[in-house]
Nanobody
């Protein structure tokens, strides 16, 4: 069993910054992948960034250079969001993948709202 809780969302002006946190509990091992996804009104949920247990990262093209994903350990992760744009407005979700190559054993947090004003 895995539970995830996101925090740190809010309202900021364009050009500002937010730091999202994801706290995990349960049976999480060092080789699990933690990811951040977002879903904006009228859009499908999309991957923003991901980090492996070994620290390897990847980013969506439209956030690369502005966002940074990191982990203190396998149960505490962050998404630092800089130079925010109105297009970044969405509900952001933390995800932990327990088994590579399948989404069947993914776990999700409740989401945190990020709103960027013009």
């Amino acid at each position: 069993q895995v539970q995830l809780v996101e925090s740190g969302g809010g309202l900021v002006q364009a050009g500002g910054s937010l730091r999202l946190s994801c706290a995990a509990s349960g049976s999480i091992f060092s080789n699990t992948v933690m990811g951040w996804y977002r879903q904006a009104p009228g859009k499908q949920r999309e991957l923003v960034a991901a980090i492996s247990g070994g620290g390897r990262t990847n980013y969506a093209d439209d956030v690369k250079g502005r966002f940074t994903i990191s982990r203190d350990n396998v149960k505490l992760g962050y998404l630092q969001m800089n130079s925010l744009k109105p297009e970044d407005t969405a509900v952001y979700y933390c995800n932990v993948k327990l088994v590579p190559g399948t989404s069947r054993y993914d776990y999700w947090g409740q989401g945190t709202q990020v709103t960027v004003s013009s």
